[in-house]
């Protein structure tokens, strides 16, 4: 794949179409790993304190919890639901 973006930008070049070809090597120089895109060099917890960062991580494992009893009460709500009507086709056999 590198060799081909390689001798596609060379024909991009001869073919007059540089602007073209500069696209090209841009492409194969990310594919090398030779540059990064944008903002590949800013941290992704810049400028947080400790304290956000406890914050942040107490309000995810509260929402965790809350998605795992909801998922709880959605199963238990079913059984029950379940039971009744179970429980009612048994009563009026």
Do not use: C, H
Not at 30 to 50: F, R
Not at 61 to 84: F, N, P, V
């Amino acid at each position: 794949m590198v060799g081909q973006l390689f001798v596609l930008a060379q024909r991009l070049t001869a073919d007059g179409e540089d602007y073209k070809a500069a696209d090209a090597l841009l492409k194969l120089a990310k594919v090398q790993g030779w540059i990064n895109g944008e903002g590949a060099d800013k941290p992704v917890l810049a400028n947080l304190t400790q304290a956000d960062i406890d914050r942040v991580r107490a309000e995810y494992r509260a929402k965790q919890q809350q998605q795992a009893s909801e998922q709880t009460g959605e199963a238990a709500s079913t059984k029950t639901i379940r039971g009744l009507v179970v429980g009612s086709v048994v009563k009026a056999n």
